[in-house]
């Protein structure tokens, strides 16, 4: 019996949520994703301080500040990446832009273009951006200049149904992140059957399935091997080392749990949303409201550090 991270790679495109390249070589996936969480990790790891010093000279011998020098760490982190993966890297807008279009669209244009000039093509990148209403019309714009677009911070239908309306190219529903609000909110546990995560991203496979919803649907932010193994079948499923670790040992059988062909069966209705009928939507989902704030103040706390190591590394470099 093969692995069941062999046997998944045969139903789902199994991509890596890491910026670690050593765990990038060992698990040998198609795609690999980033987010400012991930790159401070990184950043904070000697075995990337090239990456980081490289950067600090860079936005030094301009006279940039360390805002820039931060971007080129991304960008620098994420060309790396792109000489092991075959397939797309993700990397992100600033989380501090999530509410502004026309910031989020100039700094998406300056990512593809700095990756441009090393030699990288956009269509080998992904842009992620906050599922928020203003990221998702970034995104839709984004997306008409050729340059595709990975939302982040996905917690409900209502989010899905605007990012398939926007015409984006990839979501990531967010399962362990789902979860924890509802431990906390409810007191109990869930088995990975019956795990409110799981079935949030069931739900949106099922809609975009039956009614033809190109976006691609990629699973992300697992609590445990059980909650991968209950999307087998997704498009895509966003994994960390510890779990394409635990998948890799594991010799058991895996069953496909999603299909097109069973989507289709049940379809859910179709929905039409405007900006006010998004937001309300989002404002009665408690748990989205709450996740998708809490991710990207998060987010925006890990930008803020890795802005500031930048700052002392300029004083020094």
């Given at each position: 019996?093969?692995?069941k991270?062999?046997?998944?790679?045969?139903m789902?495109?199994?991509?890596?949520?890491?910026g670690d390249?050593?765990a990038?070589?060992?698990?040998?996936?198609t795609d690999?994703?980033?987010?400012?969480?991930?790159?401070?990790?990184?950043?904070?790891?000697?075995?990337?301080?090239?990456?980081?010093?490289?950067?600090?000279?860079?936005?030094?011998?301009h006279g940039?500040?360390?805002?820039?020098a931060?971007?080129?760490?991304?960008?620098?982190?994420?060309?790396?990446l792109?000489?092991?993966?075959?397939?797309?890297v993700?990397t992100?807008?600033?989380?501090?832009?999530?509410?502004?279009?026309?910031?989020?669209i100039?700094?998406?244009?300056a990512?593809?273009?700095?990756y441009?000039?090393?030699?990288?093509?956009?269509e080998?990148?992904?842009?992620k951006l906050?599922?928020?209403?203003?990221?998702?019309?970034a995104?839709?714009?984004?997306?008409?200049?050729?340059?595709d677009?990975?939302?982040?911070?996905?917690?409900?239908?209502?989010q899905?149904?605007?990012?398939?309306?926007?015409?984006?190219?990839?979501?990531?529903?967010?399962?362990?992140?789902?979860?924890?609000?509802?431990?906390?909110a409810?007191?109990?546990a869930?088995t990975?059957?019956?795990?409110?995560?799981v079935?949030?991203?069931?739900?949106i496979?099922?809609y975009?399935?039956?009614h033809?919803?190109?976006?691609?649907?990629?699973?992300?932010?697992?609590?445990s091997?059980g909650?991968?193994?209950?999307?087998?079948?997704?498009?895509r499923l966003?994994?960390?080392?510890?779990?394409?670790?635990?998948?890799?040992?594991?010799?058991?059988?895996?069953?496909?749990?999603?299909s097109?062909?069973?989507?289709?069966?049940?379809?859910p209705?179709?929905?039409?949303l405007?900006?006010?009928?998004?937001?309300?939507?989002?404002n009665?989902?408690?748990?989205?409201?709450?996740?998708?704030a809490?991710g990207?103040?998060?987010?925006?706390?890990?930008l803020?550090a890795?802005?500031?190591m930048?700052?002392?590394?300029?004083?020094?470099a």
């Amino acid at each position: 019996m093969t692995s069941k991270l062999d046997q998944l790679r045969a139903m789902t495109t199994v991509v890596a949520d890491t910026g670690d390249i050593d765990a990038i070589r060992a698990f040998r996936p198609t795609d690999c994703t980033t987010n400012p969480s991930l790159i401070l990790k990184a950043a904070q790891t000697p075995a990337y301080a090239h990456l980081v010093d490289e950067a600090a000279l860079w936005a030094k011998s301009h006279g940039y500040p360390s805002s820039a020098a931060v971007d080129r760490v991304a960008v620098n982190l994420g060309e790396e990446l792109s000489k092991i993966v075959p397939g797309r890297v993700s990397t992100e807008v600033n989380a501090d832009l999530s509410f502004d279009v026309g910031k989020s669209i100039e700094k998406a244009r300056a990512i593809i273009a700095d990756y441009e000039r090393r030699g990288v093509g956009r269509e080998r990148i992904l842009i992620k951006l906050a599922s928020t209403w203003e990221g998702i019309a970034a995104a839709e714009q984004l997306q008409k200049e050729g340059i595709d677009c990975n939302m982040t911070l996905l917690f409900s239908l209502a989010q899905a149904v605007a990012c398939a309306q926007a015409k984006v190219f990839l979501i990531s529903p967010f399962v362990g992140r789902i979860l924890d609000w509802h431990v906390k909110a409810e007191g109990r546990a869930f088995t990975p059957a019956d795990d409110p995560g799981v079935r949030s991203v069931r739900q949106i496979y099922a809609y975009y399935k039956a009614h033809g919803v190109d976006t691609v649907v990629m699973g992300a932010s697992f609590r445990s091997q059980g909650e991968i193994e209950e999307l087998a079948g997704c498009d895509r499923l966003t994994i960390s080392p510890q779990f394409l670790d635990s998948l890799s040992k594991d010799d058991g059988e895996l069953p496909r749990r999603l299909s097109p062909e069973a989507a289709a069966a049940e379809p859910p209705a179709r929905m039409t949303l405007d900006e006010g009928s998004f937001r309300w939507l989002l404002n009665e989902d408690a748990m989205a409201t709450e996740k998708l704030a809490e991710g990207i103040r998060n987010f925006a706390k890990d930008l803020r550090a890795l802005q500031a190591m930048m700052s002392k590394k300029l004083e020094t470099a």
